[in-house]
């Protein structure tokens, strides 16, 4: 059972702005509702956050950016995505023979693409000019090849023995993280600071490649296919209706010198809170930090504002024809984590899917028979902006999603008619409070929901606080909730349904022996 | 343990700091048998009030009958589900639900397991359910009937996802669909198992003697838990256990090539080659080679496939042991367009690990991978005395685990290539792919004779 404010994924709470550390002067956490975490903060605004850990001589850190898909530009979705594929291409003296020749041979390649993009993008491309053109390209990736040091940046921390080493980029953030035997702390400050003071994107074009691989991959999972269906059409206006992994057309059409312009952006340490879990000592990660990362420049972000949502009007049903078994996915508005309507709606989406003796479950899969699964999140796909309440399912043949819906709609109507139980709400927070406790086991998931947390929302205690929060929600206020957000004007449910083929009407396609 | 290898002997730029070795010896834990044969694994720790357990079941579901494949699964995930003696199925969920504690049931190829993890306040209640649901399960009808109606619904999914498809696919076809180690289970084997039989293998299987129970947390000594563990399990009588006998494996050693047709964004490719037995010495350099070949991003399948040729998101090897013979995969997602290049390469990186030996500092990486990141198998104490519990439960002697690190360092060029030449016969080698044949840029006939399978 996960913290029910990370029932969705990439997703941390946010909250208010408490609690932050003074530039210079660390801080130790002594409330004994906390774990002991020592804050502190580089005069160019990179926050830290370091929780001392012993029982096996390992560390785990995570860099986390608030810069996410939802701060690209339209046309170029999925930018934030390539990004972080290339912060692992190295800098100016990881992976690269000599820079200064490189740096050359790299130009060559841009104009080349850039050229070939204009070709392939104008209204009547000249297909022979564009082969031309990609030719051209080759050659030139060819010429820069020969000063590169291939992968040398992976090799490092192949060597020194790395565990977990990767990043994951959402609608809201993207974050770095490795674990590390413990003696290795000096050598990942001085590679890090490199890697983020410093990037160089070389083999860019390539690294494009195989992030269109893996958009296609995901074009070929139901489950993904599913989800930028729903966050697509549910949202009008808001960016969080792109694609975290972008639009494949869009995919096509970025370039290095767009890369380079989104990192100069967003890349600051201002925009930056590390974490670091682990077999370490406090003090010696500040020092380090000082020393590899005080020189980072401190530059202003942008402001953020995007067109924000409009007032949902309609009910959307969306029928999705792919030849994979039925389920449904669906969403609601919700008000934001700032809203204090959040709290309800937590306990709401508890109160459907905690467990077995969760109302989905006893409803929906044991009583009725009807959902092989049935799940519902508060906020969807992220937390910095208004999102989706959502819940996903399954029929079990033969039932149909259409009768699977309207079984999903009677029990959220029931959150209104049959407010939740004293029973059901101190089940929830007990799990709330329990999964806090567990949550310390790890060192990287504790350090990723720390960076998260202050990062996003503020404040790294936020979990804590939002239990304290959650506690406060009474049965009625639950369904005042439901009321008003969950309901039919203010969804977009995905039905995902086989091809039509031969068939005249979708129930016959529903049941299995049409699949065999 | 330092070792001379430990420290990486790869070229660091000048900026970067000296780095020492490793110095990492996993804690023992304490082992203890009780009269019935329950061997316990113990490791305490107070720093969080949680105890977590889990149990090694000798069993898996390697012992279904070829008719009923999946009596294993539906017995194990119907210990709990299904009720015991004492407790009914809803007093079950509603008391380990209340208390954020959970107890879990269920069964892998190899090895059933039962998982325990509570806070420390509760743990008198949890251990009691975890205990009944082990020793005196009911299977109760009705949750007999929703646990089938979900592993029914569960087949009807099984290709919803390619990718995964593709390897369980592959695997069925290299081992055969009547071999326990490629079958999968069928509507009919599924609604062939009845309750008495899963009573009748709960019966032989379930039993203390058949048992490694691994325990960790926060518990005042160990001889307060082994007391809480005598009480609960102690009267829990031996039995005299039955396993089947597993029919040998049969490896066609002649290059096979199998395709699923699909009209999918990627066409999946598996390639499958004869593995290792369980405990053959040899899985040492072979865990090196595989690292080399395709165990990260800087190995050699992931730096051509992926990064110099921008043609998969995901491309990987490895090697997994078996009683019989295990087997070793390479995996690879692309264009449909790009499918012959992308297995040509796959091929041509298994010819090249036969043919040359690897520079030395290919494998030192390698190696230093492997010892460097050992640490990272016990972040916890549970996972570490987990760990302990399974080595005894797969037959390794008691050191293993302290010398593995040793083992793995001894690996150089020469054993390298003589694994390779050893295990790998690419020209050989069974191929698998799901996807879009109109596609792909040349057709799979030239890569040996093609069975066309269809989708079930």
Known sequence: ?516 | MSLPSAAPAFALPPSLPELAAVDFKPPKGERVVLDNGMVVYLMRDNTLPVVHMTAYIRTGKLNDPLEKIGLGELTAGLLKDGGTLKYRPDEIDKTLEFLAASVDTHIGIEEARADLTSLKKDLDTVLDIYAEVLMRPAFSPDKVNLRRTETLEMIRRRNDNPGRAAVREALRSFYGPAHPYGWRSEEATVKAVTIEDMRAYHANYYRPNNIILAVAGDFASYEEMIAKLKAKFGAWPRGKVKFPVIPPVQIRDKRQVFHMEKDIAQAYIVILQKGLKRHDPLEYPLTVTNEILGGGLSSRLASEIRSRQGLAYTVYSYSAKKPDLGYSLAYCGTNPATTARALTEMLRQYALLTREACPAEEVARARDSIVNSFVFRFPTPFELITERASFEYYGYTADYLDNYVENIARTDSKSVLETSQNLFKPEDAMIFVIGNSKKFDKPLSGFGPVTELKED
């Open chain 1, 1 to 516: 059972m996960k913290k029910t404010t990370k029932s969705s994924p990439h997703k941390a709470p946010c909250g208010t702005g408490a609690g932050k550390s003074v530039p210079g002067s660390p801080s130790t956490e002594t409330d004994p509702k906390y774990p002991p975490v020592v804050s502190y903060t580089l005069k160019n605004g990179l926050k830290l956050l370091i929780l001392e850990k012993n029982f096996v001589p390992t560390v785990s850190f995570t860099m986390l950016f608030k810069v996410g898909n939802v701060d690209g530009q339209q046309g170029k979705t999925g930018l934030a995505h390539l990004f972080e594929h290339m912060a692992f291409k190295g800098t100016q003296t990881i992976n690269s023979a000599d820079y200064s020749r490189e740096k050359v041979a790299l130009d060559s390649v841009e104009e080349a693409a850039k050229e070939l993009i204009a070709e392939e993008s104008s209204e009547t491309p000249d297909l022979k000019r564009a082969q031309g053109l990609r030719n051209k390209l080759a050659e030139a990736e060819k010429e820069a090849d020969k000063l590169i040091v291939k992968d040398e940046y992976l090799k490092l921390y192949t060597a020194l023995g790395e565990n977990g080493l990767n990043a994951m980029t959402s609608t809201d953030y993207t974050g770095y993280v490795v674990s590390l035997p413990s003696n290795r702390l000096m050598a990942w400050m001085a590679i890090e600071s490199d890697r983020f003071k410093n990037p160089v994107l070389r083999e860019f074009y390539r690294e494009r490649s195989v992030v269109m691989e893996e958009r296609r991959m995901g074009e070929a999972d139901p489950g993904r296919l599913m989800w930028e269906t729903l966050i697509s059409n549910a949202f009008t206006a808001h960016p969080y209706r792109n694609p975290t992994i972008g639009w494949m057309d869009d995919i096509t059409r970025l370039t290095r010198t767009d890369a380079e312009e989104f990192y100069r952006t967003f890349y600051v340490p201002n925009n930056a809170t590390l974490s670091v879990v682990g077999d370490v000592n406090s003090s010696e990660v500040i020092k380090l930090a000082e020393k590899y990362f005080g020189d980072w420049k401190y530059r202003e972000l942008p402001a953020r504002t995007y067109t924000k949502e409009p007032p949902q009007r309609a009910e959307k049903l969306v029928n999705l024809f792919f030849k994979a078994q039925p389920a449904v996915r669906m969403g609601f508005k919700n008000p934001g984590m700032n809203h204090p309507d959040i709290y309800p709606l937590i306990m709401a989406s508890e109160v459907l899917t905690n467990g077995k003796t969760g109302r989905f479950y006893r409803n929906l899969v044991e009583g009725r028979q009807l959902a092989l699964y049935a799940a519902a999140g508060a906020s969807t796909p992220g937390n910095r902006y208004p999102s989706l309440f959502v819940i996903v399912s399954a029929p079990n043949a033969p039932h149909t999603v259409e009768e699977l819906d309207a079984a999903i709609m009677a029990e959220v109507k029931k959150l209104e008619t049959e407010p939740p139980t004293q029973w059901e709400l101190d089940k929830i927070l007990n799990n709330y409070q329990a999964e806090m406790i567990k949550q310390l086991e790890s060192n990287s998931g504790l350090g990723m929901s720390l960076a998260q947390n202050e990062q996003l929302m503020g404040d790294w205690r936020y979990d804590w606080k939002a239990g304290e929060e959650l506690k406060k929600v009474k049965p009625g206020d639950i369904s005042r909730a439901a009321a008003k957000y969950l309901t039919r004007d203010n969804r977009t449910v995905v039905f995902l349904k086989a091809p039509a083929g031969k068939k005249k009407d979708g129930l016959k396609n529903q049941s299995p022996q049409e699949h065999r």
